[in-house]
């Protein structure tokens, strides 16, 4: 999977970083590695139900293309680090709830991270970085649970970035829309938050041949309308804090479409999707994440602020 990066690459007479792929390393090829100069790289995600036209790995597949394109970057920046590829993981919270998706508890997701994080802490290195797909609310809270308590207790960079740029989606981020050059209801917002628009497009770019050929002959499905207590609900909180108050309204509109007895399995418009759009969406969010790393790999404290933070004790509760 990881073969077309694992050789030293030379652009323009000059050594970049080296690619490891983690699975296929011994242990003394481990051992060898600097611990404060070697980055490890992990997609997750959960196997969940894309509509028709998407595969049930799509936000792996998608997340795959994210580490291939953080590799490239973190190779110009940081061409002595050594960049070593852990092998996927399947696995993520708040997958959509209807069968053939697989999902597992939030504190499950949270363990399993930290006991990679343990693992690697314990061989003295320092940074694991996440290329993520879901915007599931207790998925993210995991992810972020798992990353500050890996801070606390190891000093250990677990990042993952998409905790962020799923905000920046969903609340129409004026920067990242600029960055993008996509509008509202096909950049992943509440309008197009699954398998529409937006994940139709990225998985052309990421890889067109999984897409089924249908993908064009898909109607525009929107969710029905937010059941009114919940947006009271959001208005009264963000009397007291604006920041919950708007990831009220979010979930709001995410629970009038799991809960509508008639739902799709998508939510927006896959036949607008592009590869262009796919692009365009990937370049950003790159940006972002490497905004992230910078500030790791400076030896600054990161954290991300998932939607529904503030109601963090979610994640707790049953999938």
């Not at 080296?18 to 404060?36: C, G």
């Not at 790289?41 to 894309?50: D, G, Q, T, Y």
């Not at 092998?87 to 999902?103: E, F, H, R, T």
């Not at 969903?170 to 509008?183: C, P, S």
Request: aromatic share 10%; hydrophobic share 40%.
């Amino acid at each position: 999977m990881y073969n077309n990066l694992l050789t030293i690459i030379n652009v323009w007479g000059e050594k970049m970083a080296v690619v490891r792929e983690y699975a296929e390393m011994s242990l003394p090829e481990i051992e060898a590695l600097d611990r404060k100069k070697t980055i490890f790289l992990m997609a997750v995600s959960p196997l969940e139900v894309h509509g028709h036209h998407l595969p049930v790995g799509a936000d792996i597949f998608i997340s795959l293309e994210l580490i291939r394109r953080y590799v490239g970057e973190l190779q110009k920046e940081y061409p002595s680090y050594t960049l070593v590829t852990l092998p996927p993981l399947y696995l993520g919270a708040d997958a959509l709830p209807v069968k053939g998706s697989v999902s597992v508890p939030a504190p499950l997701l949270k363990g399993v991270l930290l006991s990679y994080v343990k693992s690697l802490a314990a061989l003295g290195f320092r940074y694991l970085f996440i290329a993520d797909n879901h915007g599931g609310p207790r998925h993210q809270m995991g992810i972020e649970a798992a990353s500050r308590k890996a801070w606390k207790k190891y000093r250990f960079y677990l990042i993952n970035s998409f905790n962020h740029e799923f905000r920046l989606m969903v609340q129409h981020d004026q920067a990242f829309m600029q960055k993008t050059g996509l509008g509202a209801g096909c950049c992943g917002d509440d309008a197009d938050c699954h398998a529409g628009t937006n994940e139709t497009s990225l998985m052309l770019a990421a890889d067109r041949k999984k897409v089924r050929d249908n993908w064009q002959e898909i109607s525009t499905y929107r969710p029905p309308a937010s059941s009114k207590l919940m947006l009271g609900l959001g208005k009264l909180a963000g009397l007291f804090s604006r920041g919950l108050g708007k990831d009220l309204e979010h979930l709001a509109g995410t629970l009038a479409w799991v809960g509508d007895p008639d739902k799709l399995p998508y939510v927006g418009c896959p036949a607008l999707a592009s590869q262009e759009a796919g692009e365009a969406m990937f370049k950003a969010r790159t940006e972002v994440a490497m905004e992230f790393f910078r500030k790791a790999l400076a030896g600054e404290d990161v954290k991300t602020t998932p939607m529904l933070w503030g109601l963090s004790l979610l994640q707790r509760l049953p999938e």
